[in-house]
Nanobody, 123 residues
C-alpha cells in the first residue's frame, strides 16, 4: 500500500494550491482520510479529516473557511484545496488514511501515511 502526495510548491500569500494524495495497492473507499502538516521545529498537526462517506468533515480552526478536503473514491484519491494561503501555512503536508467507518483527528489513529509535499507561502 502506498500513498503518494503531490501538488505542493511555492505560492505568494493570498494564493491557492490543490494537494492530491493518490493511493495504490488497495481500495480506500471505506476509509477515513486526513491531512496533517509539519512546520520546521514543530510537531505534526491536524489540518483536515473526512470520513468514508464524505459526510463528516473536520478542520483545524486555523484553516477553517480557507481549506477544503474532498475525496474521489473512483480515483482512490483525496484532495486538499487551499485558498487565501498565509505564510504560517508553510509546512510539509502529509496525507493519511485508515480503514474505518469512524473518524478521528489524531495523527496516532491513522495507519497509512504519504511521504509529504512541501508547501511554501511567501509574504
Amino acid at each position: 500500500v502506498q500513498l503518494q502526495a503531490s501538488g505542493g510548491g511555492l505560492v505568494q500569500a493570498g494564493g491557492s494550491l490543490r494537494l492530491s494524495c493518490a493511493a495504490s495497492g488497495r481500495s480506500f473507499s471505506t476509509s477515513a482520510w486526513g491531512w496533517f502538516r509539519q512546520a520546521p521545529g514543530k510537531a505534526r498537526e491536524f489540518v483536515a479529516v473526512i470520513n468514508w462517506s464524505g459526510d463528516n468533515i473536520y478542520y483545524a480552526d486555523s484553516v477553517k473557511g480557507r481549506f477544503t478536503i474532498s475525496r474521489d473514491d473512483a480515483k482512490n484519491t483525496v484532495y486538499l484545496q487551499m485558498s487565501s494561503l498565509k505564510p504560517e501555512d508553510t509546512a510539509v503536508y502529509y496525507c493519511a488514511a485508515k480503514s474505518s467507518t469512524v473518524l478521528s483527528t489524531s495523527r496516532a489513529w491513522f495507519h497509512y501515511w504519504g511521504q509529504g509535499t512541501q508547501v511554501t507561502v511567501s509574504s
